[in-house]
């Protein structure tokens, strides 16, 4: 057997010498396993929210039509990267084999685990596509998955139903650097509160700022509304469009006494809310930008048009220890386990 | 007369709600002036880099036809905001008005001013293209363009020449936030470190780090390694192709001893370079994307693709001071105002 590159180069056919991300096309023949691979069994694909809304739009609705866009497209790139949106989501199955060189690992075939890492590097072949479940964002198949010795994953949770736990990891980022970067007394708004990242940061930021502060979860929907208010959480939630940036600003002015937030995290799945979140931010604040519908010029030129002084940070997927703390938000949080159960699960 | 939004959303037409820069279209109509806005009469545009490579491109490098795909692009859409790539650039003129709402500011009718919010978001009105400077990525012209309340701008410094106090100026976030977040001691890489913004962002990240730090500079072509030769700056010159994000890895690893960067600066015209970027930086160290070519999917997701747990950053135009740092740059360090002087103005 032969050493693969620790970032999966050695899978990429084009264009050569790129990443697996940016690539155009993946090896996804899996009859020759590389000593640094682990190949999976894939179960359920978790379609980041951005892809599937976008993939969702361009079906009409058809299930049937958004599992031929899911096979086209792994057919054609040798991975599951949406080439609108470019984003990914993560999957969950069995580990089939455990390349030799990574033996040391405290895993063992047969284990559920979920890739943490991008499905828009992931090598995938689908074999066969059994049920795609619109509301929950989850396609449940049969095939292959490779993951790089670079890859993060997790085992699955012996406390937490599978689908549950796929659901909470998908976005476990977001909630886990809420963690980090809040702190006490501080206002903190969530634009996209009342979505499946959301709620878990709203959870994050109400438990890190503490009696002192103050948070605010911005949903369009009156669903979203429902749930945060669900949620158990000392949320103040505000129902709006936050594509209006004034409108935006005006609310959070009248929620804040005029103070604006100290820290905004968007995660909310629609293009054109990078300057309500600015304006949403108190200068010298902190924006950070989850949806991977952000537009980076827009962000940059956004701030500088008003000129604004802040900190805006490209939202990491990876943080350690974010998986832990994403999971353990539906352990502490009895209300949003169950909403997590009925709406995501 | 009549006050119009701080933000000049009163200029918007279309889409109608919207910001001046994500806007499609504004009015540039400047027969009516609003009491809070002021008149330029503009005397050269400075293109962003990145819009300004794209156009030449587009253009086959001929002067007649930049200028063409310039008045194109202003009589569609009332600003100069590259459809392409999203970004602008910046102006310098002689103020012609200034609205009864403003006369408080120690600004004079006459005063020559140089607006330091994009093109992407600033009513103009193109009359005539006087020449097309390619090196400069300066185009003189003939018109009239309005700043907003909000709009930041500087008056420009008698003790420098205009074009050069321009071409500064419109680099002047990069440098400042390099002075900012740089630390005594941190190893430093700067990608695209040869050209206008790079060079000004290495003066910085050297007088920031001190003698116990290390400052590399990448750069593509033999004349940027030149140009970084010749700053007087005790800078470790790099060449080579940032896209090749493996080779970035191998090199910084090789310069550092295998420690990588605490902080890296990209502020390379390019696209896929953020992945290079992220290679560069240690875990928990930080990288701030300067260029707007930067995409925001290929960050967030080529972090998480390889599970590296840094703070990515979108490049703020804007900090306070930023025209007072990046201006002083010329006056510390003379041999890198000779070699602003020679290539940028």
Known sequence: M?????????????PKGVFPQPALRLNNDFSILYDNEILIEVEILNIDSASFTQIKHQADGDPAKIADILLKTVAQRGKQHNPVTGSGGMLVGKIKAI??????RPIQVGDPIATLVSLSLTPL?????????????????????????????????????QKLALAVLD????????????????????IGGGGKSGLLCLHEACKRTGVTGKVIGLSHSAAGIERMKKSGLPVIPLQ???????????QIERLTEGRLA??????????QTELGSILATKNRGIVY??????SFTAAA?????????????????????????????????????QLYERTYA
């Not at 976005?171 to 969530?190: E, L, S």
């Not at 490209?314 to 009895?334: F, Q």
């Open 240 to 250: 709006g469009d936050a594509r209006d940036a004034l409108w935006v600003l005006h």
């Open 125 to 161: 072949r689908i074999d066969d596509i059994i049920a795609v479940h619109k509301e929950t964002e989850q396609v449940e198949i049969r095939g292959e998955a490779v993951l790089f010795e670079s890859g993060i994953y997790a085992k699955l949770p012996s406390d937490l139903p």
């Open 2 to 14: 032969t050493l693969g590159c620790p970032y999966g180069t050695h899978r990429v056919l084009e």
């Open 99 to 104: 390349g030799s060189a990574l033996q040391q």
């Open 262 to 271: 100290d820290l905004t995290i968007n995660v909310v799945n629609i293009p």
């Open 301 to 337: 030129l956004g701030a500088e048009g008003i000129g604004k002084d802040l900190t805006m940070l490209v939202g990491n997927g990876y943080t350690e220890g974010h998986a832990e703390i994403a999971l353990e938000v539906l352990r502490e949080n009895l209300h949003l386990r």
């Open 171 to 190: 976005v476990a980022g977001a909630p886990a650097q809420t963690a980090k970067i809040v702190k006490p007394g501080d206002t903190v708004v969530v």
């Open 289 to 294: 930008f989850f949806s991977m519908a952000t």
